[in-house]
């Protein structure tokens, strides 16, 4: 079946880096582009970046432009974040997401990877 | 940046009610490029509607969308005890993505 799994989270100190990742399967992966998203502990959900299906143009919330990489590998069906520069207000749940097939809308998900950046 | 505001924040409603939730966008939704999402405690969102009236893959018609430009609506007709949860609407016209701050409707 179609489906998304992260992985790559945990507790990292400010100003430190760490690398999520995001395994497709059940799917032509390298026909789409893919997001991630983030949700704080008891907030909302909040994009965070776009890449294209062929990794020629990537996306960024403000919030983390300049301190996120995203990338992916299309030969390993595979789906990066690259975080540097790692602040408190980092602290979330990070889900991969694919789109539909006709629109940008969300129709598969992760289960989520928690990065925890104590303050 | 298109931010949606959602209303009510919470809505208290019983099983076998009709619920009613309101996105409002800033500024007009390209395309009409409009989705509402459910989550529940410990998991991922569920796409629901797109469009913003198309339902999702397997979702039940109970549930409905409509709308365009600023305004929308996610209308669920008699709630089910599986649909109290927390749900968010997300404009995906135009960069970046936005999502509403979520309605949670509860029991």
């Known amino acids: 079946q179609v489906q998304l799994v992260g992985s790559g989270g945990g507790v990292v100190q400010p100003g430190g880096s760490l690398r999520l990742s995001c395994a497709a399967s059940?799917?032509?992966?390298?026909?789409?582009?893919m997001h991630w998203v983030r949700q704080a502990p008891g907030k909302g959900l909040e994009w965070v970046a776009f890449?294209?299906?062929?990794?020629?143009?990537?996306d960024y919330a403000d919030s983390v432009k300049g301190r996120f990489t995203i990338s992916r590998d299309n030969s390993k069906n595979t789906l990066y974040l690259q975080m540097n520069s790692l602040r408190a207000d980092d602290t979330a749940v990070y889900y991969c997401?694919?789109?539909?097939?006709?629109?940008?809308?969300?129709?598969?998900w992760g289960q989520g990877t928690m990065v925890t950046v104590p303050s | 940046e298109i931010v949606l505001t959602q209303s009510p924040g919470t809505l208290s409603l019983s099983p076998g009610e009709r619920a009613t939730l309101s996105c409002r966008a800033s500024?007009?939704?390209?395309?009409?490029?409009l989705a509402w999402y459910q989550q529940k405690p410990g998991q991922a969102p569920r796409l629901l509607i797109f469009?913003?009236?198309y339902r999702a893959t397997g979702i039940p018609d109970r549930f409905s969308g409509s709308g365009s430009g600023t305004d929308f609506t996610l209308t669920i007709s008699r709630l089910e005890p599986e649909d109290f949860a927390v749900y968010y609407c997300?404009?995906?016209?135009?960069?970046?993505?936005?999502f509403g701050q979520g309605t949670q409707l509860e029991i």
């Open positions: 500024q007009t939704v390209s395309n009409n490029y």
């Open positions: 997401a694919k789109p539909l097939p006709s629109n940008d809308a969300f129709d598969i």
């Open positions: 059940g799917f032509t992966y390298s026909k789409y582009g």
């Open positions: 890449i294209r299906y062929d990794g020629s143009t990537k």
């Open positions: 469009g913003p009236s």
């Open positions: 997300q404009q995906y016209g135009n960069s970046p993505y936005t």
